[in-house]
């Protein structure tokens, strides 16, 4: 019997950190919100922590070093 395919949970987070950045900006651009310099910097970071935070998960802590 062959193994099913596994889903990939870090590239699902990613994408979707990076689909809600996009989407953020496409509703700047059409001035349904105005977003400051601030606050782009703030959703980047959270962006960028969920992705460090899901890879941290995901991993498990296989590479630990005893």
Do not use: E, F, Q, Y
């Amino acid at each position: 019997m062959r193994g099913g395919m596994r889903t990939d949970l870090l590239s699902l987070a990613s994408g979707a950190a990076i689909a809600a950045l996009g989407a953020l900006v496409l509703l700047d651009s059409s001035g349904a919100i105005d977003l400051s310099p601030g606050s782009v910097a703030v959703a980047l970071t959270a962006a960028i922590g969920a992705i460090l935070l899901v890879s941290g998960l995901v991993d498990g802590g296989s590479r630990r070093h005893d």
